[in-house]
């Protein structure tokens, strides 16, 4: 399983309320290379670079408390990710974590925001950051890896924005949020799926030890993807529990798979 530092870890239980508040975009370009303005918020990102050209790879996290430093997590799995597949790689902190603004948003984890993930305004700002982030790396070729909410809404997205990512690999992550919840303007990939791209590659990734994206919610998707004719893979993390799913062994080794296909 991926492994790492103590350091790493010492820094993500930190909530140490790095983000601000409003950013302008044009505070946010004096903020330095690791920082991008789409979708009216000020995105801090890490990248670890690949030697492939026109490809990339996007890591976005789940829901975290409010302030969380996820980048001190997420940046050692993307430098992994590089090195396992040489493409440029980038870890994002979504709004309200590590140095990201709070412009429109808040946090995934703010208190009286409701679920974010399930949100066709979120879920469109999340693709105005990967269409900014594919024409920052010039990329034409996107892999989205997305863990629990990072996973519910890059796939809601690929079916609001068919061409924006080549490869989708989600783990850990609700495919009908119907099922789970009820209210007014929910959306989930279900509701979207008859305009996603067949042309796209998908990994779902469950844990068996999962007790909060239980592996049937995965498995069920999966019969569904497949039955209507989509190019779908499971993939099983044998005894991983939803934290840290999509940096297991079976969720890299699925992602290296997937990318060396193209």
């Given at each position: 399983m ?11 239980f ?5 983000f ?17 303005f ?12 690949g030697?492939?050209?026109d ?19 997420y940046a ?11 493409i440029t790689t ?15 948003f808040?946090?995934?984890?703010h208190?009286?925001?409701?679920n ?8 469109e ?5 990967v269409?900014a982030?594919?024409e920052?790396?010039?990329?034409s070729?996107?892999t989205y890896?997305?863990h ?7 796939a ?12 989708l ?20 990939m279900?509701?979207v ?9 998908m990994?779902?990734?469950y844990?068996t030890?999962?007790?909060?994206s239980k ?9 569904l993807?497949?039955e209507k004719?989509f ?5 099983e ?9 999509d940096?297991?062994d ?6 290296v798979e ?5």
């Amino acid at each position: 399983m991926y492994k790492k530092s103590l350091l790493t870890t010492a820094l993500l239980f930190s909530s140490s309320l790095l983000f601000a508040a409003n950013v302008s975009k044009e505070d946010c370009s004096k903020k330095g290379d690791n920082y991008i303005f789409a979708g009216n918020e000020c995105i801090q990102y890490h990248k670890s670079k690949g030697d492939t050209e026109d490809a990339l790879n996007i890591i976005v996290h789940g829901t975290w408390k409010e302030g969380t430093n996820t980048l001190a997590r997420y940046a050692p799995f993307a430098e992994n990710l590089s090195l396992q597949t040489d493409i440029t790689t980038v870890a994002v902190a979504l709004p309200g974590y590590s140095g990201s603004s709070t412009n429109n948003f808040q946090a995934l984890a703010h208190e009286g925001a409701g679920n974010l993930s399930v949100k066709r305004e979120y879920i469109e700002f999340l693709a105005s950051l990967v269409e900014a982030l594919k024409e920052k790396f010039n990329a034409s070729k996107v892999t989205y890896i997305g863990h629990s909410a990072g996973c519910t809404m890059g796939a809601t997205m690929t079916g609001l924005n068919k061409h924006l990512v080549n490869n989708l690999v989600c783990a850990g992550g609700v495919y009908n949020i119907h099922e789970k919840e009820h209210g007014k303007n929910l959306i989930s990939m279900t509701d979207v799926l008859h305009n996603v791209n067949k042309d796209m590659k998908m990994v779902l990734v469950y844990g068996t030890a999962d007790d909060i994206s239980k592996p049937q919610i995965t498995i069920d998707f999966y019969n569904l993807a497949k039955e209507k004719g989509f190019n779908v893979k499971l993939v099983e993390a044998k005894d991983a529990p939803h934290l840290d799913l999509d940096m297991t062994d079976a969720s890299v080794n699925a992602i290296v798979e997937v990318v060396e296909e193209e």
